[in-house]
């Protein structure tokens, strides 16, 4: 089966600086990619995605790299806000109707931010 | 339109006691699922539903189930409850295959 990991489960940076989170995957045949955003007390919310035919994309403040080869992808805030501080998950969907959907998640990083 | 919406936010039970967690969705999505979310750790899928009186068993299905009489309601059912169920649970849904996730805000469970 997929299993989705995270090289750091927290990570602390001033405000202003750049953020890079970063999750490895085990199935070289994943084909989709997400990433959640989870405020505290709150329930994940997507942030953006990316497909396998892809190697970047960007969204506002946000990048996600994806490097098959080595089955790595990572995610990039720019310029780090207070209201960036969550945790941040990855997630591979699983696209076919045996698997339902169902989605394997990483254990999250938890981003704070110094003012 | 709403969302996701979970009932109740905040439940405390004594051991044994069973209760159901409440789920709606207004988006007409077929897909549902329900996850538990322990301290410190990921998502981990308790069951799942592709359509409605459509169910199966997720990665920690024991202790708990679940019925999808309605495409918009998703209900939860503890029996018997346990300190190991202690935990923040989210119920989500999804249009399509290769979409996004849309979550609940959570319901936070104690079982004392």
């Known amino acids: 089966g997929e299993s989705v990991g995270l090289h750091l489960p927290t990570l602390s940076v001033q405000e202003g600086d750049n953020s890079i989170i970063n999750c490895a995957y085990s199935?070289?045949?994943?084909?989709?990619f997400i990433w959640y955003k989870q405020e505290s007390g709150k329930g994940p919310q997507f942030i953006i995605d990316?497909?396998?035919?892809?190697d970047k994309r960007q969204g506002q403040r946000v990048t996600v790299l994806l490097n098959k080869t080595v089955k790595h992808l990572s995610l990039q805030i720019a310029a780090t806000q207070p209201g960036d501080s969550a945790v941040y998950f990855c997630a591979i969907p699983r696209e076919t109707d045996t698997n339902a959907g169902k989605s394997t998640f990483g254990d999250g990083t938890t981003l704070t931010v110094k003012p | 339109n709403a969302g996701v919406t979970q009932t109740p936010k905040f439940r405390i039970l004594k051991i044994g006691q069973s209760m159901t967690l409440q789920c709606t969705q207004d988006?007409?999505?077929?897909?549902m699922y329900w996850y538990r979310q322990d301290p410190g750790m990921g998502l981990k899928l308790i069951y799942y539903?592709?359509?409605?009186?459509?169910?199966d068993k997720g990665e920690v299905p024991n202790g708990y189930n679940v019925s999808r009489s309605t495409t918009e309601d998703f209900p939860l059912r503890l029996e018997l409850a346990a300190p190991s169920q202690t935990s923040v649970y989210f119920c989500?849904?999804?249009?399509?295959?290769?979409?996004?996730?849309?979550f609940g805000s959570g319901t936070q469970l104690s079982v004392l």
């Open positions: 988006m007409n999505h077929n897909y």
């Open positions: 199935n070289s045949a994943s084909d989709y």
């Open positions: 989500a849904s999804m249009r399509g295959l290769g979409e996004k996730l849309f």
């Open positions: 539903s592709v359509g409605a009186g459509i169910t």
């Open positions: 990316i497909r396998s035919n892809m």
